[in-house]
């Protein structure tokens, strides 16, 4: 489980060029950064890992990493 | 099978204005009048030259979508493409693994036909525009 939320750190540092710290720091608000290009970047980047669709309305929700975190476990184990 | 009718190259700019002069330079003329759409957050106008078309667009708010690209310095944002059936279109490129941006919605740059955008898994955004109006 813990691989989840290191992986998707990852991919968010990655994209927003920052050090992947604790996962609950990673929001949106914190990061100015993290705008609607690399938005989606980062959910293109989410599904093409861990092999899983968001829909329209869960890509605009999403607000930080934890809950990217949520939906990716609620996906694979749905 | 669905056919992709390539339409214009989406360019954003901080200035409407600005811009069209330095693209009649390049000898774009403009095509038709600046138009407003509050939906989209934008303002814009169409430009040709010798068959190619651009769309000029300037957000109206900073929370317009233009705005992460012009901070990034990107100005050739997205291709636009006329499509008989964007339902059916949607559906092929989200099979392909395309994320949809933003549902279909009338716009004001094309008589109120729908309109959505897809981000591509090349990273490409596109445009599709319906070319007749859903009834």
Same mark, same amino acid.
């Given at each position: 489980?813990?691989? $989840?939320?290191?992986?998707?750190?990852?991919?968010?540092? *990655?994209?927003?060029?920052?050090?992947?710290?604790?996962? *609950?720091?990673?929001?949106?608000?914190?990061?100015?950064?993290?705008?609607?290009?690399?938005?989606?970047?980062?959910?293109?980047? $989410?599904? *093409?890992?861990?092999?899983?669709?968001?829909?329209?309305? @869960?890509?605009?929700?999403?607000?930080?990493? @934890? @809950?990217?975190?949520?939906? $990716?476990?609620?996906?694979?184990?749905? | 099978?669905?056919?992709?009718?390539? &339409? &214009?190259? #989406? +360019?954003?700019?901080?200035?409407?204005?600005?811009?069209?002069?330095?693209?009649?330079? /390049?000898?774009?003329?403009?095509?038709?009048? +600046?138009?407003?759409?509050?939906?989209?957050?934008?303002? #814009?106008?169409?430009?040709?030259?010798?068959?190619?078309?651009?769309?000029?667009?300037? #957000? /109206?708010?900073?929370?317009?979508?233009?705005?992460?690209?012009?901070?990034? #310095? +990107?100005?050739?944002? &997205?291709?636009?493409?006329?499509?008989?059936?964007?339902?059916?279109?949607?559906?092929?490129?989200?099979?392909?693994?395309?994320?949809?941006?933003?549902?279909?919605?009338?716009?004001?740059?094309?008589?109120?036909?729908?309109?959505?955008? /897809?981000?591509?898994?090349?990273?490409? /955004?596109?445009?599709? +525009?319906?070319?007749?109006?859903?009834?």
């Amino acid at each position: 489980m813990v691989e $989840i939320e290191n992986a998707v750190a990852q991919i968010i540092a *990655e994209v927003l060029e920052i050090n992947a710290g604790s996962i *609950e720091q990673i929001t949106r608000e914190h990061y100015a950064a993290w705008d609607s290009l690399n938005h989606l970047q980062i959910m293109m980047a $989410i599904e *093409e890992t861990f092999k899983v669709r968001f829909t329209p309305g @869960e890509i605009a929700d999403i607000r930080n990493a @934890e @809950e990217i975190v949520a939906l $990716i476990r609620e996906k694979l184990n749905g | 099978m669905v056919k992709l009718e390539m &339409h &214009h190259i #989406g +360019i954003v700019t901080r200035s409407l204005e600005v811009e069209i002069q330095h693209y009649e330079n /390049l000898d774009y003329k403009l095509e038709g009048n +600046i138009f407003e759409d509050p939906l989209q957050k934008i303002r #814009g106008v169409f430009m040709v030259n010798n068959g190619t078309r651009i769309e000029l667009l300037e #957000g /109206l708010s900073e929370t317009a979508p233009t705005v992460s690209f012009l901070k990034k #310095g +990107i100005q050739m944002y &997205h291709q636009g493409f006329m499509v008989s059936n964007i339902d059916t279109a949607i559906q092929k490129f989200t099979d392909d693994g395309a994320i949809l941006v933003s549902s279909p919605v009338p716009a004001v740059a094309f008589e109120n036909r729908r309109i959505a955008f /897809l981000y591509l898994k090349n990273r490409l /955004l596109i445009e599709l +525009i319906e070319k007749e109006e859903k009834r």
